[in-house]
C-alpha cells in the first residue's frame, strides 16, 4: 500500500551528509585514497538501510546539531527517496572503490565524481536525482517503490 501523506525528513541531516560526501571524495580524488571512497561507500550504504550508526547520522546527532552549528529543519517529506538515493550513491561509491583497487582509475574517479555532481546538486540546488528516480519507479509501478509523491503546501 501507498504512503498517502508525507512524514518528516530534517533537511540538515541529509545537507550534512552530502556536504561530507562531497568533502570526503574531493579529499580522496586529492589524496588519491580509494580507502576514503569505500568509507563513503559504506557510510552511505548504513544510511539507506537507516542504522541508528550511521557516520553521517553520527556525525550530524553528535557534532554538528548538538555543536549548535545549524538547527534541525525538519520538513513534511518521505524518508524513502531519500534512503535510495544515499543507496544509489553507495552502489556508485563501491563500483568506484572496486575500479580504483582493479587499477580502473578513469572509471573510478568518474564515478566518484558524478556522485560529488550530484551531492552538490541536492546540497546547493535541493534536486535530489535518487528521489526523483524514486519517484519515476514508483509512477511506473515498480515493485519496493510503494512511496507516492504528495504535493505539499
Not at 546527532?61 to 543507496?87: C, T, W, Y
Not at 572509471?107 to 550530484?118: R, S
Not at 546540497?123 to 511506473?140: D, E, K, T
Request: aromatic share 10%; hydrophobic share 55%.
Amino acid at each position: 500500500m501507498a504512503q498517502a501523506t508525507l512524514r518528516k525528513v530534517d533537511q540538515n541531516g541529509l545537507k550534512t551528509g552530502q556536504a561530507a560526501t562531497i568533502l570526503l571524495l574531493i579529499l580522496a580524488f586529492i589524496l588519491n585514497a580509494p580507502v576514503i571512497v569505500a568509507f563513503v561507500a559504506l557510510a552511505q550504504l548504513l544510511g539507506a538501510l537507516d542504522v541508528p550508526f550511521a557516520p553521517y547520522r553520527l556525525l550530524y546527532q553528535n557534532v554538528v546539531k548538538s555543536s549548535g552549528l545549524v538547527k534541525p529543519h525538519v520538513i513534511a517529506d518521505n524518508p524513502e527517496p531519500h534512503r535510495f538515493a544515499m543507496l544509489v550513491g553507495a552502489i556508485f561509491n563501491g563500483a568506484a572503490t572496486v575500479a580504483l583497487l582493479a587499477g580502473a582509475p578513469v572509471l573510478g574517479w568518474v564515478l566518484v565524481g558524478i556522485v560529488v555532481v550530484l551531492a552538490n546538486l541536492n546540497f546547493w540546488l535541493n534536486f535530489c536525482a535518487g528521489c526523483w528516480m524514486y519517484y519515476q519507479f514508483n509512477r511506473l509501478g515498480v515493485p519496493g517503490f510503494t512511496v507516492k509523491k504528495v504535493a505539499s503546501g
